[in-house]
């Protein structure tokens, strides 16, 4: 059997990048939210056990309201993020179920993941006890100043571009948690947090196709990807709650 998975869904940022008059977590694509399509990436997976889902306080009354009842049907767990984003996961694990065995972060922006990644991640993680998908850096990388002038080219054997979902022992990822105390706000990944109690994380490569939407242009990124994929299963029946009546 394989091991149970909580997934911890990251949607508390501010996106100032992103501008426009709303948040690129509720940003649509295809006429329908990004993070709702990244929650259904792992609802019908029977190797998960719990979807957590961190949203900005600022943000929590409003998708209780919206999204309350969707939320439910999906069996989403909703909590208040944090200011920084470790701080949004730390509150995020005081919310995993005590069956699950691994832990999986993922960036609520993220929405053009397959299902073959995921299990690919997950069993790894299962193996080596930490995992994250990465892909390797294909192009030339120039270091320089704050003049935008070059200083160096910097070698790009071996440098890989950190993505999502990031994949731990539950045990794991919680003693590097506890071990941060007021430092959460200097680490921008999970993997960097548990390297530092020196738990090695295993990459499992994928390719450039897991967009992470930053500025409005990646929303037109993700579409085509999204539809050049194979359809997902809807989740749940038929019924009142069927994608186009949901959203």
């Known amino acids: 059997m394989p091991s149970k998975v909580a ?4 949607a508390a940022g501010a996106g100032t990048r992103f501008g426009g008059p709303v ?3 509720f940003a649509q694509i295809d006429g329908r939210p990004v993070m709702i399509r990244t929650l259904e990436l792992f609802v019908n997976r029977e190797d998960v056990c719990q979807i957590v889902l961190a949203v900005s306080e600022e943000d929590y009354d409003d998708v209780k309201t919206k999204y309350g009842a969707n939320l439910g049907f999906m069996g989403v767990r909703l909590v208040k993020g944090g200011a920084e984003r470790c701080q949004t996961v730390a509150n995020a694990l005081a919310a995993v179920d005590d069956q699950a065995e ?3 972060v993922h960036d609520a922006v993220r929405p053009c993941l397959t299902a073959e990644k995921i299990t690919e991640v997950f069993e790894a993680a299962e193996k080596h006890g930490a995992a994250m998908l990465a892909s390797p850096v294909n192009e030339t990388i120039k270091r320089v100043d704050g003049e935008k002038v ?3 080219t910097v070698d790009r054997r071996g440098l890989y571009l950190a993505q999502t979902p990031q994949v731990f022992k539950r045990q794991v990822i919680v003693e ?3 071990k941060l105390g007021g430092q959460k706000g ?3 990944d999970d993997a960097q947090v548990v390297e530092r109690i020196g738990v090695r994380t295993v990459v499992v490569e994928n390719d450039l196709s897991n967009v992470k939407i930053t500025r409005p242009s990646d929303l037109k990124l993700a579409e085509a990807i999204l539809k050049a994929m194979p359809k997902p299963k809807k989740p749940g029946p038929a019924g009142p709650f069927e994608a186009e009546k949901m959203w």
């Open 176 to 178: 590097a948690y506890a």
């Open 150 to 152: 070059i200083q160096e």
């Open 102 to 104: 691994l832990v999986a």
């Open 186 to 188: 200097h680490f921008t």
């Open 7 to 10: 997934v911890i869904v990251a």
């Open 23 to 25: 948040k690129k977590t």
